[in-house]
């Protein structure tokens, strides 16, 4: 991709709705084509686990919201959004609200759109009255915790480690309790 066009794409607008189930199969398409930059980091063992993972789309829950970022129509990136209290309990509070599986097209990153995803989820669980919205993230995403830290959120805690990864949970307090 030439520099002229990234100045292209850049230039058109982007738009974020929720995922229509019509959807489903291009995210998870999106998602494991997200993350293949990470499959050298892991046994094939586990990365076949982590593509399993990321391509079970379809099964969001009921108390969580898939979203979509599309460019002139072409799936760039995803988020899900969770609810207050329908947060994974092994992780969040229970009245927490938080943001699970972003990811950005690789031919789209650095545009801003998972810092948009981000902020799309933010707003939503203001608008749920929740006090906090956690999300966790690995040290593989580096460029994604510096964006997250530049929102707000801040390394709350150290997680188990998953597939030999270290993980942490991040925090953005919406609320004073």
């Not at 019509?22 to 995210?27: L, P």
């Not at 943001?99 to 749920?128: F, H, N, W």
Request: glycine share 4%; with cysteine.
């Amino acid at each position: 991709m030439t520099a002229e066009d990234k100045e292209l794409i850049v230039d058109m607008p982007l738009t974020i709705r929720d995922a229509l189930t019509t959807d489903f199969d291009d995210v998870a398409l999106l998602s494991v084509d997200a993350y293949r930059e990470y499959s050298e980091c892991l046994s094939s063992e586990d990365w076949d686990k982590m593509k399993t993972n990321l391509s079970n789309v379809s099964k969001v829950p009921n108390q969580a919201k898939l979203i979509v970022a599309l460019q002139d129509h072409e799936l760039v990136g995803s988020v899900t959004y969770y609810y207050p209290g329908t947060s994974t309990s092994r992780l969040f509070q229970p009245e927490w609200a938080s943001l699970r599986m972003l990811v950005v097209s690789p031919k789209y990153r650095g545009q801003g759109i998972g810092r948009r995803l981000t902020e799309e989820c933010i707003q939503r669980a203001k608008r749920d009255q929740a006090e906090v919205i956690g999300l966790h993230t690995s040290e593989l995403m580096v460029t994604a915790r510096r964006m997250y830290e530049k929102l707000g959120f801040q390394q709350d805690t150290e997680l188990p480690r998953n597939f030999g990864i270290r993980y942490w949970r991040y925090v953005l307090k919406l609320a004073e309790s």
